[in-house]
């Protein structure tokens, strides 16, 4: 018969491998990711040892930026100008940032970092697999409406396919190996599904940026050259054979030069670049700590209904626009320093995962401007699982120095 002591250290092995589950579920449809997580809290209060998982969430120096951005949406609900019920259902959807110092207390070696970055890699191969599946009708689309997208829709799984871009590429450049080709070809695969089979205009941007970031890392600051050559060639070979590409494209310079007229139709100038305005004027009008956390809602269509517009939103479609309203620039400068906080750390990381962790802040950073990702359920689950993954191992090297 086993003893408590036995029982705790299979919770605490099982936690690890929900941490490992988590990874490969976040592509995934959203309820495989929240029976993950939940599975994880539970192994995680069962097996017991907290004082070495404190030690690790402590260790590591980025635990304190997550923790501080959701201190700062707690202290936001003592003045919001929403309902308490309403205010805990909206700012409830940044509590995914506790995922990080929770997982950061479990990856405690490279090996757990690996198999759970390994697992994220496996999950979007899959997503990969299958969409070129549906391009070839070999499966049948999940949807019509956005062709060839799988278990997310087409804004989600473009910008997890982007990142994926660059994970396989960077496996090519390290990989000396038998398997470096098979890297290399399946990144050219991921590219194309991102520009030509799939629509969404973040991870298509997501993705030349990201060209870049490889360019500069692998070539140093002569890659900025090569890089803007590449992503200019791409750019303009997409927009010729990629209707996706090219009417994306297309959309966007018709919306700016309608808003640069001064237009105010909804259909010519778009929602976003509506929304970007109003949520630019209520920002002028609490600009130091917001309007209280949930309030984002509350406050825009009450502007809304004063300006008559028939466009009511609970989502500025860009999370710094979306935090400020909240929280002020109070909020935002902890956002930022959580960003910044997560590229500078990315440089002391196990070399392996320095260049993915540099990639996901610049595509996180990027995907903000155009959606409230922090906010959403995928986008927010990614960056927060795999900051987690990339960066654990702060925690390994601060403890070994201090012989723990």
Known sequence: MMTWRQWQQRFDLAARGMAVFAAFSVPLPTAWLTVAMGLLLIFWLLGGGYSNKWRRMRENPLTRWPLLLLLAF???????????????????????????????SLLDSRLWQTRAANAFLLAMLLTLVVSWGMYAGLIPHATEVFPNTVFRGRIAQNFFMAFT????????????????WLWGLLSGLALINVLLLVGGRTGQLVLLLLILLAAVQYLNWRGLLAGGLVIVLISLFSYQFSENFSSRVDLTLQQLDAFNDGVRNRWKVG??????????ELIG???????????FAIEYNKLARQKGLALMSANPHNEYMNIVVQLGLVGLLLFLLLLYNHWRLSAQVDPRFRGPSQALVVAMAVGCLFNSFLMDRGEGSF????????????????????GG
Not at 74 to 81: E, K, P, R, V
Not at 170 to 177: C, K, N, P, T, Y
Not at 285 to 295: E, F, Q
Request: glycine fraction near 10%.
């Open 285 to 295: 009008r609490h600009p130091l700590v917001g309007t209280g956390s949930g309030s």
């Open 383 to 402: 960056y927060v699982v795999l900051t987690a993954v990339y960066l654990a191992g702060l925690s390994h090297a601060r403890l070994r120095e201090r």
């Open 271 to 280: 929602p976003r670049l509506e929304m970007y305005s109003n949520s630019l």
């Open 74 to 104: 707690a202290l936001g609900l003592l003045y919001s100008s929403a309902g308490m019920d309403e205010a805990l259902d909206k700012s409830g959807k940044y509590l995914k940032l506790l995922y990080i110092p929770l997982l950061i």
């Open 165 to 180: 871009v660059y994970l396989l590429f960077d496996r090519f450049m390290q990989d000396s190996g038998r398997w470096r």
